[in-house]
């Protein structure tokens, strides 16, 4: 997939994490974020939301651009993570690749790894497609 | 279940976004964040990832305060969320019910909803148990 | 939700393994298959893969009648079971309830239990709802 | 991973639908199952419920032959299946890789298609790892 320039106005939650949006290389969509303390839990680990949000955002972003210019917009619809090893240190990278572009929804496998490109959790997004609405 | 003293240090997520951590109720755990630009989306809606974030960080407080002085700490393993209407505006707030207490992980349901109670979004999330770490 | 009359065809599941459709009473669907070898794995305990299977039977059974008449057919979308304690003896009963009544989709909370009315499984389902195709 | 000779008794449910165990190639674990009345729902689809099972049936098998010998045994904890296209002939074949394989919990990625090799459904299992009960 070759994403389209963005037509998407920037998203909050990226600037307020400091989300870097990445080239995907051969998947789909790319981000990593960097751990601070903002992103730990208390006991120093990289906090579990991190993982599903970081999914979410992506593939939420790449859908949006593949289906924007046809008059649709993403809708997340399910959104279930497994967590396989923490993080404490480094970033959080998440790669994602679409494994069904429907109609309807579009669903993502994603990989979130540490800096040595160990899998520290996978997280699987539904996104439906919905009609724009006309405003 | 009565919550004992947290004897957890802070949480820098919540910090970051303002969560306010509330009173259950007769639920076990709860908590909300007012809707701001930074936990929106590019239109409009509340940020998918903020409904498998709160539900994740309320879940792992909760079984962390109860398994912690036997010596245990909370890691999550799994977050799985269902979205059902968008929220655009007021708070989300994060309501979780214990619905397993394992010696080896607590399952959790999580309603989050807007002002008006309305659902938005429901969580289940698997919280393992394991034995601190000794310092 | 009170069920119209099934205009389905029998399913050939339900026959295989005699799942008995029950009165749902306050809930929106319910049936029980009763634990035999069939559906034991070798460990003696009922096979996980009968929880999902029973969600999946009565949810979209049960959204399929309901949108049926107005030309629409469910087709099951995300199956999302969570195991929290064995059966082996008696028989398995699934309730389900729908939490969401969407135009496109339906979500549904199914709780198996076992004839001590203890949860065995948890199943959050999510079926689509499609235009009959014309045939 | 080369599996080691079965030490576990047969699977009435295998027997029930006929599945076959097959050669996993360069995955894991794989098998399959052929599509008659039996496994179809009304509209003549495979049944939805087929999917988690089949991949129950592989991942727990696959994970109690590698762990049994050391004292231990499977207990699926959570079974999540997207649901990408139908089948109605042939084969439903499911393929499974471990994704990790921890000291308390092994989790997969299975991958159930056709016979013309698209994926019909994904499903994602954590099989837990528990020390077998003394008899």
């Known amino acids: 997939m070759s994403l389209v320039e963005p037509h998407l106005p920037a998203d909050g939650f990226s600037e307020l994490l400091g989300i870097e949006h990445l080239d995907a290389g ?16 208390p006991f120093g680990l990289v906090h579990g939301g991190v ?11 790449a859908t949006g651009e593949a289906v924007y210019q046809e008059g649709n917009v993403p809708l997340g619809q399910t959104n279930s993570a497994t967590f396989l090893r923490p993080i404490s240190d480094g970033h959080v990278t998440a790669t994602a690749r679409a494994i069904h572009r429907g109609r ?28 724009r609405p006309s405003s």
């Open 51 to 61: 993982y599903p949000l970081l999914a979410e955002t992506i593939t939420s972003k």
């Open 26 to 41: 051969d998947a789909d969509a790319a981000a990593r974020v960097a751990v601070t303390d903002s992103i730990r839990q």
């Open 104 to 131: 309807t929804s579009w669903v993502w496998d994603v990989e979130c790894t540490d800096d040595e490109g160990r899998v520290a959790a996978v997280v699987r997004c539904v996104v439906a497609v919905r009609p």
